[in-house]
């Protein structure tokens, strides 16, 4: 089994940026795509980011170009850079491992002046 921990998250103004890490345990990390989804109060859990085992990514409409992941599979850990962060980012972030479906507990991320 897998277990993940975020970290990273915070309280910044707007325009400024933060960089998520998502750490794993368990021997898949390297044959596993990897996801950050976030979740606003009120609203549904959503795919901001993934990226294969291979390094490939594809992102959000809403996070594109601002938004960054990638791996580190010697370290088994997962990064979301984040730039020029918007109030709209305010959400709880969670990382995904694919292979057994395994999410971790969430950092929180507010986007305020």
């Known amino acids: 089994q897998v277990q993940l921990v975020e970290s990273g998250g915070g309280l910044v103004q707007p325009g400024g940026s933060l960089r998520l890490s998502c750490a794993a345990s368990?021997?898949?990390?390297?044959?596993?795509?990897m996801e950050w989804h976030r979740q606003a109060p009120g609203k549904q859990r959503e795919l901001v980011a993934h990226?294969?085992?291979?390094?490939?990514?594809n992102y959000a409409d809403s996070v594109k170009g601002r938004f960054t992941i990638f791996r580190d599979n010697a370290k088994k850990i997962v990064y979301l850079r984040m730039n020029s962060l918007k109030p709209e980012d305010t959400a709880v972030y969670y990382c995904?491992?694919?292979?057994?479906?395994?999410w971790g507990q969430g950092t929180q991320v507010t986007v305020s002046s």
């Open positions: 995904k491992e694919l292979f057994y479906g395994t």
């Open positions: 368990g021997s898949i990390f390297s044959i596993s795509a």
């Open positions: 990226i294969t085992s291979g390094g490939s990514t």
